[in-house]
């Protein structure tokens, strides 16, 4: 089982599913830039795959939004060179942390009966 990270950023660019091969798998990109105050900006991309892929699609047009991302770190070696490597951040969740998502969210009632 891989560990899940998690990161908070804005979001830079939102790409287009890409569909590969017969049995329909999709992939689409999310890019989220992170340190924005920094000298040198971070800008860090996820992949998403199936359904995912859909979930990222409802983030298509908002770009500036801020965002929590939760995400594994996978790779694999090259088959036919062992020297070289490839890995990517899989997408595993996003929430919006923008204000007027936050504020559809009901507020608790306490232990006061309503009636």
Same mark, same amino acid.
């Given at each position: 089982?891989?560990? /899940?990270? /998690?990161?908070? =950023?804005?979001? #830079? #660019?939102?790409?287009?599913? +890409?569909? *590969?091969?017969?049995? =329909? &798998?999709?992939?689409?990109? /999310?890019?989220?830039?992170?340190? +924005?105050? @920094? ?6 991309? &996820?992949?998403? /795959? ?7 699609? @409802? *983030?298509?047009?908002?770009?500036? +939004?801020?965002? +929590? $991302?939760? *995400? $594994? ?13 490839? %890995? ?12 007027? *998502? ?7 009632? %306490?232990?006061? $009966?309503?009636?």
């Amino acid at each position: 089982m891989s560990q /899940i990270f /998690i990161t908070q =950023g804005r979001i #830079h #660019h939102v790409g287009e599913t +890409e569909e *590969f091969g017969d049995r =329909g &798998f999709r992939v689409r990109k /999310i890019v989220l830039a992170t340190d +924005e105050d @920094a000298k040198f900006p971070n800008f860090i991309p &996820f992949s998403g /795959i199936y359904e995912m892929a859909d979930t990222i699609g @409802a *983030f298509a047009g908002r770009a500036g +939004e801020m965002v +929590e $991302v939760g *995400f $594994v770190l996978e790779g694999r070696a090259d088959k036919k060179d062992p020297t070289r490597f490839w %890995g990517t951040n899989q997408l595993r969740s996003i929430t919006s942390l923008a204000d007027d *998502f936050n504020a559809e969210k009901p507020e608790a009632m %306490g232990d006061e $009966v309503p009636f």
